[in-house]
């Protein structure tokens, strides 16, 4: 199983931008999946999570600006953001809970992805 994240770069503060996550592999099941991230200098930090079912929750920091979806006949989560702050940079990751077999459950990780908001 990986995941494999995708949609960063570099944008001015105001700005929009939208990562999204695929999951490959052997997969019996996905059930939360979302995003964290980690700025220089900081532990890494829950952005947004989202369950099989839909229901979301949000960091009080990006509440209103960011949102998380996903599509799970494709297995892919996403999280769009809107009116980027400086304080939005960092590397983000996408996370998801996965069963191979009906059985077991793992975490999984993305490569990380990095947002920079600059001027």
């Known amino acids: 199983v990986q995941l494999q994240a995708c949609g960063g770069g570099s944008v001015q503060p105001g700005g929009s931008l939208r990562l999204s996550c695929a999951v490959s592999?052997?997969?019996?099941?996905?059930?939360?999946m979302g995003w964290y991230r980690q700025a220089p200098g900081k532990q890494r930090e829950r952005v947004a999570t989202i369950t099989s079912g839909g229901n979301t929750n949000y960091a009080d920091s990006v509440k209103g600006r960011f949102t998380v979806s996903r599509d799970n006949a494709k297995n892919t989560v996403y999280l769009q953001m809107n009116s980027l702050k400086f304080e939005d940079t960092a590397v983000y990751y996408c996370?998801?809970?996965?069963?191979?077999?009906?059985?077991?459950?793992?975490?999984?990780w993305g490569q990380g992805t990095l947002v920079t908001v600059s001027s």
């Open positions: 996370h998801a809970e996965i069963m191979p077999s009906k059985n077991y459950e793992y975490e999984y």
């Open positions: 592999g052997y997969i019996f099941r996905i059930n939360d």
